[in-house]
C-alpha cells in the first residue's frame, strides 16, 4: 500500500505552547488529507477535511482557531495545535487518500501537555 | 449520524483458531468499509478495503464480508497466530461525498491469541 509518513510521532510540550504535526504523502498525490484525533480507549474521530489549496473543514466542535491546518501542496499537510493546554494531549493522526478511496494512515504523533 | 459499533470489544483466543470480528453501522448509504489493524500506540494498518458494490475481500488469513443494507460486516481470521495480536478496526466512508469524506470508526476489537 501507499506510504504515508507522520512526524513527530511523539512530542512533550509546555501548557501555553504551540506544536506543529507534518503528514506527508511518499509516493502518491494526497488529493485529500484528514487529521483524526484519539483518546485512550475510545475510537478515532475525524477533526478535520482539507484539501490542496483550500481552507480545510472543519467537524462540529473542533475550532479551527486552535487546530490550524495547511495543505500547502499534494504531498504535505500540517496541523498546529496552537496554545496547547493538557486537556489536548491525545494521539494525533492523519490519513491520505488519492485517487484510490482507501485510506492510509500515518504513524500518528502522541502529544503531551505539561 | 452515522454510528459504527464492533461486537466483541475484547476476545482472547488460543493460537491456530479461527475467529470472527463483527461490525455494523446504522446508515447503509456507505461508499466503502475499511478493516484496519492497530497495534499499541502505532498507527493504522489498511487490511482489506470493500468498495460499497461489493461483498468480500480476501487477502490471504484475512476475509472480509460486507452486506450494505443490513448495514454489517464481518472479519474472519484463519488459523490464528500470536501475530495477530492486536486492535481491529472498523471504519466507513460516507456515500455522499463520492469518496472524499473521511471515515467513521468503531471502537475496536481487542484480540489477544494466545500462543
Known amino acids: 500500500g501507499a506510504v504515508v509518513s507522520q512526524h513527530p510521532s511523539w512530542v512533550i510540550c509546555k501548557s501555553g505552547t504551540s506544536v506543529k504535526i507534518e503528514c506527508r504523502s511518499l509516493d502518491f498525490q494526497a488529493t485529500t488529507m484528514f487529521w483524526y484525533r484519539q483518546f485512550p480507549k475510545q475510537s478515532l474521530m475525524l477533526m478535520a477535511t482539507?484539501?490542496?489549496?483550500?481552507?480545510?473543514?472543519?467537524e462540529q466542535g473542533v475550532e479551527k482557531d486552535k487546530f490550524l491546518i495547511n495543505h500547502a501542496s499534494l504531498t504535505l499537510s500540517t496541523l498546529t495545535v496552537t496554545s496547547a493546554h493538557p486537556e489536548d494531549s491525545s494521539f494525533y493522526i492523519c490519513?491520505?487518500?488519492?485517487?484510490?478511496?482507501?485510506?492510509?494512515f500515518g504513524q500518528g504523533t502522541r502529544l503531551t501537555v505539561v | 449520524k452515522q454510528e459504527v459499533t464492533q461486537i466483541p470489544a475484547a476476545l482472547s483466543v488460543p493460537e491456530g483458531e479461527n475467529l470472527v470480528l463483527n461490525c455494523s453501522f446504522t446508515d447503509s448509504a456507505i461508499y466503502n468499509l475499511q478493516w484496519f489493524r492497530q497495534d499499541p500506540g502505532k498507527g493504522l494498518t489498511s487490511l482489506l478495503l470493500?468498495?460499497?458494490?461489493?461483498r468480500e475481500q480476501t487477502s490471504g488469513r484475512l476475509n472480509a464480508s460486507l452486506d450494505k443494507s443490513s448495514g454489517r460486516s464481518t472479519l474472519y481470521i484463519a488459523a490464528s497466530q500470536p501475530g495477530d495480536s492486536a486492535t481491529y478496526l472498523c471504519?466507513?466512508?460516507?456515500?455522499?461525498?463520492?469518496?472524499?469524506?473521511?471515515?467513521?470508526f468503531g471502537k475496536g476489537t481487542h484480540l489477544i491469541i494466545q500462543p
Open positions: 482539507s484539501n490542496e489549496g483550500s481552507k480545510a473543514t472543519y
Open positions: 471504519a466507513v466512508r460516507p456515500g455522499s461525498g463520492g469518496g472524499a469524506d473521511g471515515l467513521t
Open positions: 470493500i468498495q460499497s458494490s461489493q
Open positions: 490519513s491520505a487518500t488519492g485517487q484510490v478511496t482507501e485510506a492510509f
